[in-house]
């Protein structure tokens, strides 16, 4: 199994960062099922301030490209895409238009 650890800002109100957290606890059952068909077996998200770090476990059949090519033709997936879009911001040193950026490993300890 493949791990993917990424990044993202929230738009920095607390308001708005409270209501993300609300709509992360009923995620939509479509954008649920986009995401495990895409071979996205685990996903995490935590925050630390308006920062998110993202932790997805992804089986043989995943990959960004497929998945970026499922979400364009997921009329759910754009709405809620486009609802996000609301509370999200772009991390500093990110793509026009990118929202979550790949984090590089730098360290592991495995006993």
């Known amino acids: 199994m493949k791990r993917y650890c990424l990044a993202l800002d ?14 992360h606890q009923q995620v939509w059952p479509e954008i649920q099922d986009s995401i495990t068909s895409a071979g996205i077996d685990a996903m995490e998200i935590y925050r630390y301030g308006n ?20 979400d364009a033709s997921n009329e ?10 609301k509370y999200q911001q772009a991390i ?4 026009p238009g990118e929202k979550w950026v790949m984090m590089d490993k730098i360290f592991e300890l495995k006993a």
Not at 10 to 23: A, G, Q, S, T
């Open 92 to 95: 500093p040193g990110s793509k």
């Open 76 to 85: 759910k997936v754009q709405e809620w895409e486009k609802l996000m879009w």
């Open 10 to 23: 929230l738009v920095n109100d607390p308001d708005l960062i409270k209501e993300y957290e609300v709509m």
């Open 51 to 70: 920062r998110l770090f993202m932790m997805m476990e992804v089986n043989g059949k995943f990959s960004f490209e497929k998945k970026g090519a499922m």
